[in-house]
């Protein structure tokens, strides 16, 4: 199977995808940080955040939601070597069967 990656769209900090990061090295975690949000970087090697530069001012049900998405798709794609794409928020929850999320068994 093909490597995957999170993508997280989110507005406040992310513990829970923190925790599932170094739970599962073997995938990459990608974040869209709104802007409005402070935040300390973990350094966890497989949770990348968006620099400020690409970050956006999300205003809910507006433009700038589709904007950050495709800031973090346009990232992901030239900084990744994945073939599986998830796109969560950050208020999602995901629900493996086990501890693994990649499938490998």
């Known amino acids: 199977m093909g490597k995957i990656a999170i993508l997280i769209m989110a507005h406040k900090p ?11 090295q073997e995938i990459d975690f990608f974040v869209h940080m709104d802007i409005k949000t402070n935040f300390i970087n973990p350094e966890i090697k497989n949770l990348f955040f ?12 507006g433009f700038s939601q589709v904007q950050a998405t495709l800031n973090l798709l346009s ?5 990744s070597n994945s073939e599986f794409f998830h796109i969560v928020s950050g208020e999602d929850i995901v629900v ?10």
């Open 96 to 105: 493996p069967v086990n501890k693994d999320l990649s499938g490998a068994h």
């Open 14 to 24: 992310i513990k829970y995808y923190e925790v599932l990061a170094r739970d599962n």
């Open 75 to 79: 990232f992901v794609f030239y900084n």
């Open 50 to 61: 968006l620099k400020d530069e690409l970050r956006v001012d999300v205003k809910w049900g």
